[in-house]
T-cell receptor, first 115, second 111 residues
Framework: DAGVTQSPTHLIKTRGQHVTLRCSPISGHKSVSWYQQVLGQGPQFIFQYYEKEERGRGNFPDRFSARQFPNYSSELNVNALLLGDSALYLC??????????????FGEGSRLTVL | QKEVEQDPGPLSVPEGAIVSLNCTYSNSAFQYFMWYRQYSRKGPELLMYTYSSGNKEDGRFTAQVDKSSKYISLFIRDSQPSDSATYLCATRSGGSYIPTFGRGTSLIVHP
């Protein structure tokens, strides 16, 4: 069975550009969460979606947005990129939005470098 | 003060050693406590989770939670070079499915 898949795995952008990151959850999982992990830090929560509705939002500026599609895949969009947006962006899927922590599965991440 | 504090290390130990990894947290509402392992350039994978205080054992790994002191520990017995990774502690309250992570401790087990 395929795990959580994310694309692209690596990308380089310049300041002011826009980026779209994509995530496909494990088959049957209806909830997707996005995290930002800066080098040397733990993952920071950005968004959680369940059944195409936003269920939670972390302390990130409005430049960050996301959506979930009918097939439960998800996109994370970041506008007007800043150097500080350079990080590993992780997607995690789970069966639902309130299950036990054992059901949270992470992808390998998309590594974004902003020059 | 961060909600979850964790020493970044690195912690370097010889193969076969007992490893102790620790975190402290500040929010009394946290009820679930997790340990994730993250290999270089990979996503985190859940190792263990516990609910409330107490110990939980799984093979060479033991998770321990002391809610009175807000202290979380992970013990690794007979450590192996394959255990070399970053270990992230995380907690969450009962009313939220969103965990709060520590910054992770880098562990190096040398042969």
């Amino acid at each position: 069975d395929a795990g959580v898949t994310q694309s692209p795995t690596h990308l380089i952008k310049t300041r002011g550009q826009h980026v779209t990151l994509r995530c496909s959850p494990i088959s049957g999982h209806k909830s997707v969460s996005w995290y930002q992990q800066v080098l040397g830090q733990g993952p920071q929560f950005i968004f959680q979606y369940y059944e195409k509705e936003e269920r939670g939002r972390g302390n990130f500026p409005d430049r960050f947005s996301a959506r979930q599609f009918p097939n439960y895949s998800s996109e994370l969009n970041v506008n007007a990129l800043l150097l500080g947006d350079s990080a590993l962006y992780l997607c995690a899927s789970s069966l639902d939005a309130t299950g036990p922590p054992g059901e949270l599965f992470f992808g390998e991440g998309s590594r974004l470098t902003v020059l | 003060q961060k909600e979850v504090e964790q020493d970044p290390g690195p912690l370097s130990v010889p193969e076969g050693a007992i490893v102790s990894l620790n975190c402290t947290y500040s929010n009394s509402a946290f009820q679930y406590f997790m340990w994730y392992r993250q290999y270089s350039r990979k996503g985190p994978e859940l190792l263990m989770y516990t609910y409330s205080s107490g110990n939980k054992e799984d093979g060479r790994f033991t998770a321990q939670v002391d809610k009175s002191s807000k202290y979380i520990s992970l013990f690794i017995r007979d450590s192996q070079p394959s255990d070399s990774a970053t270990y992230l502690c995380a907690t969450r309250s009962g009313g939220s499915y969103i965990p709060t992570f520590g910054r992770g401790t880098s562990l190096i087990v040398h042969p």
